[in-house]
C-alpha cells in the first residue's frame, strides 16, 4: 500500500483520537487476529477496592476487583494514585499472581545428606525441618559474649548475643509486612546475616 505523509498523518490521528482497528486496517496491519482473541478475553468486573502494592516502599496505588462472592478476581494500576497515577512496575504487575497462581508448587524437593535423588515433601514437613535445623544450630553457635577491639591495642569481653552460623536471604516475593516480621524474628534470634533482594 503507498501511503502519503498526509494520509499518514491522517491515519495515525485517527489511531491515537479513535477506531483503532480500522484505522490500523488502513496501515496494512492485519488486526483479525487481535480482534479474535480480544473477544474471548473475559472483563472482569466487581467491587473495585483501592489499595497499595504491597512489595515496596514506593507505594504504588492498585484497584483490587473483588467478585460477589468475595474473591479477587484482579488486581491492576490505580489511575488517581499521585505516586504511580495507574502505572505498575513488573513485580507489581504481578500481584494477582501472589494471590492466585495455580502453577504454585505447593510441596517442596528435598535431597537428604548424601543422596543423590530429590524426594518430595509436604510444605509441613519444611517449615518443621527448618525450625529444628535453626534451633540446633543457633544453640550450638550462640555468642553471649565476644571480645571485640577495644581502640587501644586490646580486646574487651562484651555482651553481644548472636550466632554467625546462621544466615537469612529473602526473596522478591516477600512483602512489606513479612520483611519486617521476619527481620523481628531474625533479630531476635542473634542472626546478623540478614539481608533482601529488595534491600528493604
Ligand atoms: S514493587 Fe513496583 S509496583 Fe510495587 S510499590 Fe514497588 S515500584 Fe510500585
Known sequence: ??????????????????GVAAELGLLGVNTAAAAAKAGKVPIKTGRQVPSICPYCAVGCGQIVTVSDAGEIVDIQGNPDSPISQGTLCPKGAATFQLVKNEQR???VKYRAPGSDRWEEKPLDWAMHRIAELTKKTRDAHFNEFQELPDGKDGTVKKRVMNTYALASLGGA???NEWNYLHQKLMHGLGVVYLENQARI
Do not use: N, Y
Open 1 to 18: 500500500m503507498k501511503l502519503s505523509r498526509r494520509k499518514f498523518l491522517k491515519v495515525t490521528s485517527g489511531v491515537v483520537g479513535g
Open 105 to 107: 508448587w505447593t510441596t
Open 173 to 175: 516475593t516477600m512483602d
